[in-house]
Structure formats: structure tokens, C-alpha cells
């Protein structure tokens, strides 16, 4: 046999060396679209726990205006004359001079 190379073999490429540059070619582009896609994940969960986070306080802030509903108009009640003596009453306060009494030993209803 002849060691003389193939005029052929000066002139191909080998398909081996063009199966490993498509393969790195693709590998590449796989790494490019992970790559772009990480950059949305952490977008995307931020978004998720923003309107997780927004319904929470969308609830607290109800609850906190109805507390507030609430404050004000005890407010008003307390604020007139005739309230704040019945406020008074219900903690059992008396006036000056008053007997207060306390009756033990009566049925729940």
C-alpha cells in the first residue's frame, strides 16, 4: 500500500470536524437561549409576588378603613354630651354624689 495522501483529502473537510462545529454551533445557541431566558425568570416571580403582595395590602387596607369608619364615628358619639355620660354609664361611673349599687347573682338572660 501507498502512504501517498488522496488528492481528495487536501481539499474536504473531514465530516467529523463539521459534525463537532454544528454540534458546538448548536450548544451555543442552546446556552444563548437559557441565557435569555434566565433573564426573564427573575422578572417574572418579582411580577408574581408584587400582586400576591398587592392583595394583601389591598385586604389590609379595607380592614383598616373600616376601623377607621368605625373610630369616628365612636368619635362622634363620644364627643356630644349625652354620649359620654352613657359611656360612662356602661363602664360604671357615677357622678358626684351618686350611690352607686351592684346587684350580684343575676341570670345571664
Do not use: C, F
Given at each position: ?16 470536524i463539521a459534525i463537532n462545529k454544528a454540534r458546538l454551533g448548536r450548544l451555543a ?63 360604671g361611673l357615677v357622678h358626684t354624689g351618686e350611690r352607686a349599687y351592684v346587684v ?6
Amino acid at each position: 500500500m501507498s502512504s501517498a495522501p488522496s488528492p481528495y483529502s487536501a481539499t474536504r473537510p473531514r465530516p467529523q470536524i463539521a459534525i463537532n462545529k454544528a454540534r458546538l454551533g448548536r450548544l451555543a445557541l442552546v446556552v444563548l437561549l437559557l441565557l435569555m431566558a434566565s433573564s426573564y425568570v427573575r422578572p417574572a416571580i418579582d411580577w408574581v409576588d408584587a400582586r400576591a403582595t398587592a392583595g394583601a395590602q389591598h385586604e389590609r387596607l379595607t380592614q383598616l378603613q373600616a376601623a377607621e369608619r368605625q373610630l369616628k364615628a365612636d368619635h362622634a358619639r363620644l364627643s356630644s354630651e349625652r354620649g359620654a355620660l352613657v359611656a360612662a354609664r356602661q363602664l360604671g361611673l357615677v357622678h358626684t354624689g351618686e350611690r352607686a349599687y351592684v346587684v350580684r347573682g343575676l341570670p345571664k338572660d
